[in-house]
């Protein structure tokens, strides 16, 4: 039962233009959304995140949004960048209002962007 | 601040053997979680822990454990290993408190079990 999809397993995307990666989740108990990055070799590195109680996060060239009625999030990198290309990882976990899940992650399968110059 | 730390790197076992993977968070952070990654299942919740006290589990067999000592290291175990063992195994670390709410990873321990 895979609660968190990234659908697409690869983008390829031009240096200057936008980078979109999706994500998609099944489990309506989720409120609070990461985007990880990942090289090889290395462990993932934290990129941006979202509250439920948001449907936008920006940083720098990194935007988040969240639609929660369609259950789909969805990262912008923008302009994108060769030095972006990596595994990007959409995480999701149910933190309530105790707090007590903070380290379990939901991951997705990733995708892999690649940003050509 | 010296990041995530996990020993050790590399790793070769036999069938059968236990494997014990050891993980020291960033100063200061007392909750460390553990995930395994293979290329079929991606990365997967192991367990979460917190002031020594295991907090959550993932779905892995009992053959999976660990503990996490009152410096907030933590340790892992895989006892009688089995070739689907075969993974990365991270470490994260998180202060809870402040920040975006963040896991901080570790680079990770990769096993291979012949």
């Known amino acids: 039962d895979q609660q968190v999809k990234q659908n697409s397993p690869s983008l390829s995307v031009q240096e200057g233009r936008i980078s979109i990666l999706n994500c998609d989740y099944t489990n309506s108990m989720f409120d609070y959304f990461l985007w990880y990055k990942k090289y090889p070799a290395e462990g993932p590195t934290f990129l941006i995140s979202?509250?439920?109680?948001?449907d936008k996060n920006e940083d720098g060239r990194f935007t988040v949004f969240l639609n929660k009625s369609a259950k789909h999030l969805s990262l912008h990198i923008v302009p994108s960048q060769p030095g972006d290309s990596a595994v990007y990882f959409c995480?999701?976990?149910?933190?309530?209002?105790?707090?007590?899940?903070?380290?379990?992650?939901?991951f997705g399968q990733g995708t892999i962007l690649t940003v050509h110059p | 601040k010296a990041g995530v730390t996990q020993t050790p790197r590399y790793l070769i076992k036999t069938r059968g053997q236990q494997v014990t993977l050891s993980c020291s968070p960033i100063s200061g952070h007392r909750s460390v979680s553990w995930y395994q990654q293979t290329p079929g299942q991606g990365l997967q919740f192991l367990f979460e822990?917190?002031?020594?006290?295991?907090?959550n589990k993932g779905n892995f067999p009992g053959r999976f454990s660990g503990r996490q000592f009152s410096n907030s290291r933590s340790e892992m175990n895989v006892s009688t290993l089995e070739l689907g063992d075969s993974a990365l195994y991270l470490c994260?670390?998180?202060?809870?408190?402040?920040?975006?709410?963040?896991?901080?990873f570790g680079e990770g321990s990769r096993l291979t079990v012949l």
């Open positions: 979202i509250s439920s109680i948001k």
């Open positions: 822990y917190f002031s020594e006290t295991q907090r």
């Open positions: 994260a670390s998180s202060p809870l408190a402040g920040g975006a709410g963040e896991l901080f």
């Open positions: 995480a999701a976990s149910a933190r309530g209002a105790g707090g007590t899940s903070y380290g379990k992650l939901t």
